[in-house]
């Protein structure tokens, strides 16, 4: 006789919305790498920094004065758990580099505590990619990386960095904190890019 936990349902093959080894949740775990930064709206600032080290940058009054959009998407962490149908408030990248004359190819995104993620530049562009800072009509909270976090959604979550301080534009690619660590260099969920050998 097999023994079934209370509960288990198993895995449903019949979800086309969810990418191959990910489960629905309704919660929205916290995972970090390290203790949550506290950065006040006065002390912050978000920088680009092209590749020939020039800097734009935008306090917190001037970041949330600028055009904002509204996305509503879903999100899938690496540890198997995926959220749909998010909201959040955010200034997209094409916006932050509408200005910026570059010929990088690859970003590095840097975060208040010094969590760092590299992802191409074209994975950022074209409606692909915001600054966050909201979540569900209220202000993103420090666990989830407020004041602003990188969203990038059609990537692993670990992509979207949290605490974002800096966008540093290159013309190489310098894997970050868990792609050293043995994550895939690409993190694409649904091909499961999960690790550097997937």
């Excluded at 775990?29 to 600032?45: M, Q, Y």
């Excluded at 970041?63 to 909201?87: M, N």
């Excluded at 969590?115 to 191409?120: D, K, S």
């Amino acid at each position: 006789m097999a023994v079934i936990t209370r509960g288990f349902g198993g895995r449903r093959r019949d979800d086309t919305d969810l990418p191959p080894g990910q489960y629905r949740t309704d919660d929205f775990p916290v995972l970090s790498a390290g203790p949550t930064p506290r950065i006040g709206l006065d002390e912050w600032e978000l920088a680009v920094v092209t590749e020939t080290g020039e800097r734009s940058t935008w306090s917190w009054a001037e970041f949330t004065a600028l055009p904002a959009d509204e996305p509503t998407v879903d999100i899938h962490c690496v540890t198997h758990w995926s959220k749909f149908g998010t909201s959040w408030r955010g200034v997209s990248v094409d916006t932050l580099l509408a200005d910026v004359e570059t010929a990088a190819e690859y970003v590095v995104a840097h975060s208040y505590g010094g969590y760092t993620t590299n992802v191409p530049l074209e994975d950022l562009l074209d409606g692909q990619a915001w600054v966050a800072y909201e979540f569900d009509g209220e202000p993103l909270v420090p666990v989830h990386g407020g004041p602003a976090r990188l969203l990038v959604p059609h990537l692993y979550f670990w992509k979207s960095a949290k605490w974002l301080r800096a966008l540093e534009l290159r013309l190489d690619d310098e894997p970050g904190f868990w792609e050293t660590a043995g994550y895939h260099n690409d993190g694409d969920p649904w091909r499961e890019q999960r690790y550097r050998a997937d």
